[in-house]
């Protein structure tokens, strides 16, 4: 039984840059969320998708995020353009049709410099 | 208003002692869930424990217990028996809306938490 995966686990890159990221959600599962959580910080919503229907965007998304779930299965989050405040922890987490708990992966830590 | 408060920043607990993570909410959707996370150092958030706004009974998962007090909008997290495994920081979190529908899902701040052997 494999959880989630998250690609790559860390992340360091220069301001201007653009970055993306993976999310493989528990199999089967067919909802698929993003969060960011910066230091001393909960997780926030950032996106959510069911299948590969991207159903809510968090106004924290600007117009240089973009997310993809291209087959209802893994999920891709692009950074455009990175700035210093982008530095963060992205987490991805997936949930079942039906249930209430969301699993979470183990986080891409993003810093920019 | 902020919907999920945690208000203890730390928290001590000798091993193999019990302590009480404190969290209030704050929603006037008459459908909801609450959960609890644990975030070691490591950075992945692991669940704990969900209680439904319409269960009756408090939830439990092994040491766990949710302290679930409706009409005072508080879901305290009980840790029994605690580890030194157990330091780590402990999220709050809510979910509005029916249950098997949409997620979207609010944290706390959290609370670190730290066993001393």
């Known amino acids: 039984d494999t959880g989630v995966s998250q690609d790559p686990r860390h992340k360091i890159t220069k301001r201007g840059q653009n970055v993306t990221f993976r999310c493989d959600p528990i199999s089967e599962h067919n909802r698929l969320y993003w969060y960011r959580q910066t230091l001393g910080q909960g997780p926030e919503f950032l996106t959510y998708?069911?299948?590969?229907?991207?159903?809510?965007k968090s106004r924290l998304l600007s117009d240089r995020f973009s997310a993809e779930r291209p087959k209802g299965s893994f999920s891709t989050l692009e950074i455009q353009r990175t700035e210093q405040g982008d530095s963060a922890m992205y987490l991805c987490a997936s949930s079942d049709r039906g249930e209430d708990t969301q699993y979470f992966g183990p986080g891409t830590r993003l810093t920019v410099l | 208003a902020q919907k999920i408060t945690q208000t203890q920043p730390g928290m001590f607990v000798q091993e193999k002692e019990a302590v009480t993570l404190d969290c209030t909410y704050d929603?006037?959707?008459?459908?909801?869930?609450l959960f609890w996370y644990k975030q070691p150092s490591s950075g992945e958030m692991i669940f704990l424990i969900y209680q439904g706004s319409y269960d009756q009974q408090n939830a439990t998962e092994g040491r766990y217990s949710l302290n679930f007090q409706k009409a005072r909008k508080s879901a305290n997290l009980v840790i029994s028996a605690s580890q030194l495994g157990d330091s780590a920081m402990y999220f709050c979190a809510m979910r509005e809306g029916g249950s098997g529908g949409y997620q979207k899902v609010t944290f706390g701040i959290g609370t670190k938490l730290q066993v001393i052997p």
């Open positions: 998708f069911q299948n590969e229907a991207q159903l809510e």
């Open positions: 929603t006037s959707d008459p459908s909801y869930g």
